[in-house]
């Protein structure tokens, strides 16, 4: 859709919490991508947290106002109309307050009532487009134009996309979604896929795109958390995987850190590698790894890539 | 209807030895089971029905009925389904061996968030079942 590459141009960036702290690798290499594909990220300014999972848990409505904050400072501080998040919990955040205040009078009233006590214009129901950075990259800058920014690319590398579980569910806060043709499946998600194929990966069958990773378990369920996440890298290794490509900070760090502890309290050990589509979309691209954070992941993929002559 | 401990265990072994057909319906069985004890916890009766053909896909439903979360699992189960398809449908396939390999990790991450679940159900929303830990903990 031409007009979506008009309006994905230059949008506003919303990275979130975790981008600063253990996903800072998504931001370096989302935002290398930016500067290679000459997207305009436009940081918001005074951003506050989404809700995340915390807040959701005390009080869904408060959890819908931090997010509408957001987009209202995309809207009427910085006169966006898109604001691109990359982080799945607070795509997943702004998409569910976008839906609440459209169609929830208890959500709107509560959105007014606490803007009005912050002294800031109220977030109305369309004021803005959220969209995740596999729109932003599929869409804003297009898939024909990706692979003539393609050098050396993945080489076959055999990836298996993971999607995790909030990226497309609850489906009803996705009405974009679901759509038939250049729409994304909320059951079979495929953007990754298609985006990685043309930067020169092959992505292997792959029946756990949407599994849950038990994230939000990792603190207080850390062993049902290395159960799951052993079992996602098991079925990865088994599709015939060499990497497992993410989009999600908490999916990534609970992948990256639940191989370490499956191989400590379990003796299961697997050699798959855990890396950003960003990362490996902007290596592709002829980015160093290090210009897409490589060395700051967790587990270290370094030689491997080496060894696949990526880097 | 085994318990999570005697399912995890049933999965613990491969299970493409014998019929593909009745490994596949074995697992889709174990999928099965695991949501009747979901259901069974929230003290109701399992249903029998099915939904496109299938019971796993009407236990999911009525499992995830008042509880949203719960569709985090919805793909899984579906999985498990399209798998079973896959082997049935063509059991001379030379893949067989490979999709109940597959459809094996499917039932096990079924029985593994499942199990989870009900562990942290008295604990709040799944997604954040740290909570009455923490308050605990205050």
Known sequence: ?311 | MRTFEKLEAALEHPVHRGAPKDAATFLLHVGEEALENWIEAKELEPTDQVREGFRILALHRQGAKGDPSFNACRETARELVYHYNLICLDPDHPQTNHRLEMMQLVAKHLVFFIGGKLQVAGLGEFCCAAKPIRLESI
């Open chain 1, 1 to 311: 859709m031409p007009d979506r590459k008009d309006k994905y141009k230059e949008v506003a960036y919303y990275h979130g919490c975790a981008l600063e702290g253990t996903a800072q690798p998504y931001n370096t290499s989302t935002r290398a991508i930016a500067k290679e594909l000459e997207l305009k990220l436009v940081d918001i300014k005074n951003w506050n947290c989404c809700g995340a999972m915390e807040v959701k848990n005390v009080d869904p409505e408060i959890q819908t106002y931090l997010s509408s904050r957001v987009m209202s400072l995309a809207h009427n501080e910085m006169k966006q109309d898109v604001v691109m998040a990359p982080c799945n919990g607070c795509y997943h955040n702004l998409k569910k307050a976008e839906y609440d205040i459209a169609n929830k009078e208890e959500s709107r009233a509560v959105v007014e009532k606490i803007s009005a006590k912050a002294d800031h214009p109220k977030y109305e129901a369309g004021q803005v487009e959220t969209i995740h950075a596999l729109d932003w990259i599929k869409f804003g800058y297009g898939e024909e134009e990706l692979k003539a920014k393609i050098k050396g690319g993945l080489k076959g590398l055999k990836v298996a996309n993971y999607y995790g579980c909030m990226y497309t569910r609850p489906r009803h806060i996705f009405p974009e979604k679901d759509q038939g043709g250049e729409s994304e499946s909320t059951s079979k998600p495929h953007y990754m896929d298609d985006l990685l194929e043309i930067a020169g990966a092959v992505n292997v069958e792959f029946p756990m795109k949407t599994a849950c990773c038990g994230g939000a378990h990792t603190l207080s369920d850390s062993d049902m958390s290395t159960k799951l996440v052993l079992n996602i890298l098991q079925a990865a290794e088994a599709a015939g995987a060499e990497v497992i490509a993410t989009e999600c900070p908490t999916c990534h760090s609970g992948l990256e850190m639940h191989q370490i502890r499956a191989l400590k309290r379990l003796s299961k050990q697997t050699n798959v590698k855990v890396i950003y589509f960003t990362q490996l979309l902007g290596m592709a691209m002829g980015l160093s790894p290090r210009k897409v954070g490589l060395h700051e992941n967790v587990s270290d993929s370094m030689k491997f890539m080496k060894q696949k002559g990526i880097t």
